[in-house]
């Protein structure tokens, strides 16, 4: 599966910004996403995760009550709602597909190396 990212931009703190992520080539709903992101000089980082059925996602204690993922699979997109925005989210934003069959629990889901595909990447830069 081939993954679009979309949305970045600059925000202000305390704004919004909602990040798109578009799948193309295979069965889109069979896959579990996140998203994840690496700032300047540091390692990439989880955001959020949800099933491929949906349910409850996982969410980063540093982004949880101020962002939301959710999907569609009819649309074959993954969506990053941002709210409250600081400058520490700032960095590049990455989408990420998992095959059936993965360990689908913490700490698994969590780690990068349990997601198969990926996309390129959007900047969200959040100006203070």
């Known amino acids: 599966v081939q993954l679009q990212a979309s949305g970045g931009g600059l925000v202000q703190a305390g704004g919004s910004r909602t990040l798109s992520c578009a799948a193309s080539?295979?069965?889109?709903?069979?896959?579990?996403v996140a998203w994840f992101r690496q700032a300047p000089g540091k390692e990439r980082e989880f955001v959020t995760a949800?099933?491929?059925?949906?349910?409850?996602?996982y969410y980063a204690s540093s982004v949880r009550g101020r962002f939301t993922i959710s999907r569609d699979n009819a649309k074959n997109t993954v969506y990053l709602q941002m709210n409250s925005l600081k400058p520490e989210d700032t960095a590049g934003y990455y989408c990420?597909?998992?095959?059936?069959?993965?360990?689908?629990?913490?700490?698994?889901?969590?780690?990068?190396?349990?997601?198969?595909?990926w996309g390129q990447g959007t900047l969200v830069t959040v100006s203070s």
């Open positions: 990420a597909a998992s095959s059936p069959g993965r360990r689908w629990y913490p700490p698994y889901v969590m780690r990068s190396d349990e997601y198969d595909f």
């Open positions: 949800l099933a491929r059925s949906g349910g409850t996602p």
């Open positions: 080539g295979r069965t889109f709903s069979v896959y579990a």
